[in-house]
């Protein structure tokens, strides 16, 4: 897939870009609905922002994320699979995905105004996508081993 490499590329980054915007803007959405009493208007519009958020954004960005990425790396000569840089993105990007996770679970127990946690646990939450993204784009572009 010689020509189509780059557009594949192209296609993983932008999917990277939109599942990273819904990575950060969902914990925030959680730190102010948190705040919000159950069963408010303020409330029922957070869960309708979150659920389109996550089923209209994040879900399809983190699947074209996966796609495009085991694509380029099926492309014969694009991986170096002996360098340790491929297996700390990997790392990264597991932790990326337990992140996607969690906050689906997190957004169910506030669609069923179950919440239990603070605003000051969504606050540091909010904090985890940061680091990994820059572990992630310090493995790809640095290699540093
Ligand atoms: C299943 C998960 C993933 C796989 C298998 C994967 C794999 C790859 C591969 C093989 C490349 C091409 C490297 C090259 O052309 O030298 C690439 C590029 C890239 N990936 Fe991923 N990736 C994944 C997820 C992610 C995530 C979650 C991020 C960021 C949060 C990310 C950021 C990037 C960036 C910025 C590039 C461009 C690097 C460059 O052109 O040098 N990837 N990815």
New binding site residues.
């Given amino acids: 897939m010689t020509g189509l ?1 780059p557009w594949v ?1 192209a296609l ?2 932008l999917s ?1 870009i939109a ?2 915007a819904g990575l950060l803007y969902l914990p925030r959405l959680f730190v102010y609905h948190a705040a919000a009493r159950p069963g408010s208007d303020e409330s029922n519009t957070f869960k309708v922002m979150e659920r389109r958020l996550l089923r209209g954004i994040m879900h399809p960005a983190m699947a074209g ?2 796609v ?8 014969p000569g ?2 170096d699979w002996s360098a340790g840089w ?1 297996y700390g ?2 790392a ?2 597991m932790g ?2 337990v992140m996607h996770l969690r906050l689906a679970q997190w957004r169910a127990a506030f669609a069923a105004d179950r919440n239990l946690r603070s605003q000051r646990f969504y606050r540091f939450i909010n904090e985890v996508p940061t680091l ?2 820059i572990l ?2 310090v493995m ?2 640095v290699r540093p081993f």
């Fill in positions: 490499y590329k993983h980054i990277v599942w990273m994320t996966y495009f990425g085991v694509a380029l790396a099926a492309t694009v991986v491929f993105k990997l990264g990007v990326l995905t990994l993204l992630i784009v790809v572009v």
